[in-house]
């Protein structure tokens, strides 16, 4: 099985965020970036049918130089080769087009891919790429088993969970519970020294018209005050008279 896994090169949740050029360009300027979190629990899964399975893990990313320390963390972890498509990644059409490209070129049997990137939670990549290459699609997808060319996927929905059997090719959109926090995998320092010589191909990104552009950012608006009361009265009077909650 040849499985290829999407990364995306997001900032930690930890970095403080600005805005230049009139709050339309993002700052990036001292911030960490790292795994998508929810393409990391892809990945950690897909290392699960490499060791278990035998399978061939890629890993690719649509964007600049700027995103191969986080291909390469993720060659550290154990894929067996990563790819870097040459462009950046503007909006999520564009992105599912080009990671399209590679999917047909490789011939890959799964793509993992994260639900959403907690950069700009668009959670429109997966859907796009699977209707793009003809793949079956499973979002929000917290479970996996593959035997052959069949795949049964596990997928959280309102209230519970839901079971379906489907064939390869496949597409999932994956997230928290594909692999649990305690499975993701640290790079040590065998891995880190292996992923020097590992191949990192840049491909040339194919015509893509972006569908979307960004206007601006803005930032949340900040807290405001709170007021402490002493007794459930009145709390209960602010919360009716002042609040109008109740």
């Known amino acids: ?34 795994i998508n979190p929810n393409d990391e629990f892809g990945l950690t899964r897909a290392m699960w049918f490499k060791e278990k399975q035998g399978a061939t893990v890629h890993v690719v990313n649509v964007g600049g130089p700027e995103t191969e320390p986080t291909l390469r963390k993720a060659l550290a972890i154990g894929a067996d080769e990563a790819i870097r498509v040459n462009t950046a990644a503007t909006d999520g059409f564009s992105v599912a087009k080009q990671l399209a490209n590679v999917v047909k070129e490789g011939g890959y049997d799964l793509v993992i891919g994260g639900r959403e990137s907690i950069d700009y ?25 593959v035997e052959g060319d069949k795949a ?10 839901e079971t379906l059997k489907t064939s390869l090719p496949l597409v999932i959109g994956g997230q928290k519970g594909l692999v649990e926090e305690s499975d993701l995998r640290i790079p040590n320092m065998r891995g880190i020294m292996q992923a020097r010589t590992k191949p990192l191909n840049v491909k040339e990104p194919v015509a893509s018209n972006a569908e979307t552009n960004t206007v601006s950012f803005e930032k949340p608006a900040p807290k405001g005050a709170v007021k402490l009361v002493d007794t459930v009265d009145e709390l209960v009077n602010l919360l009716h008279n002042e609040a109008k909650v109740i």
């Open 1 to 34: 099985m040849k499985i290829l896994v999407c990364i995306s090169h997001v900032p930690d949740t930890t970095s403080k965020i600005n805005f230049t050029d009139g709050d339309t360009k993002f700052d990036t300027n001292g911030v960490q970036f790292v």
């Open 121 to 145: 939670n668009g959670g429109m990549v997966p859907g796009m790429l699977a209707k793009l290459i003809g793949a079956n699609f499973v979002n929000t997808c917290i479970g996996l088993e």
């Open 152 to 161: 049964t996927a596990i997928r959280e929905i309102d209230g519970g969970k």
